[in-house]
Nanobody
Framework: QVQLVESGGGLVQAGGSLTLSCAAS????????IGWYRQAPGKQGDMVAT???????NYGDSVKGRFTISRDNAKNTVYLQMNSLKPEDTAVYYC???????WGQGTQVTISS
């Protein structure tokens, strides 16, 4: 059974940092493209960052230069380092195994102004 479990969300002030984790079981993340997505209330969801099986990364325009996606193959975990956080980054963040139906349950990130 495949599971993706996000963690690391929370409440921080604008300008602060958070690191989200997406830990997987039943699937090897390094063999797949993995993405972080977010959904804020009343807004369209958007792609935050992706990392390919080869390690190539891609970022949404709104987070370029502030967020970094990375992967620890030994821990079978993908991370999202988020710096210089803004109130508009407030959302539920999900990880996804791209090209499959596997999504995590999400973790709430709230940025106070």
């Amino acid at each position: 059974q495949v599971q993706l479990v996000e963690s690391g969300g929370g409440l921080v002030q604008a300008g602060g940092s958070l690191t989200l984790s997406c830990a997987a079981s039943g699937i090897t993340l390094s063999l797949n493209a993995i993405g972080w997505y977010r959904q804020a209330p009343g807004k369209q969801g958007d792609m935050v960052a992706t990392i390919s099986s080869g390690g190539n990364t891609n970022y949404g325009d709104s987070v370029k230069g502030r967020f970094t996606i990375s992967r620890d193959n030994a821990k079978n975990t993908v991370y999202l380092q988020m710096n210089s956080l803004k109130p508009e980054d407030t959302a539920v963040y999900y990880c996804r195994c791209i090209g499959t139906t596997y999504w995590g349950q999400g973790t709430q990130v709230t940025i106070s102004s």
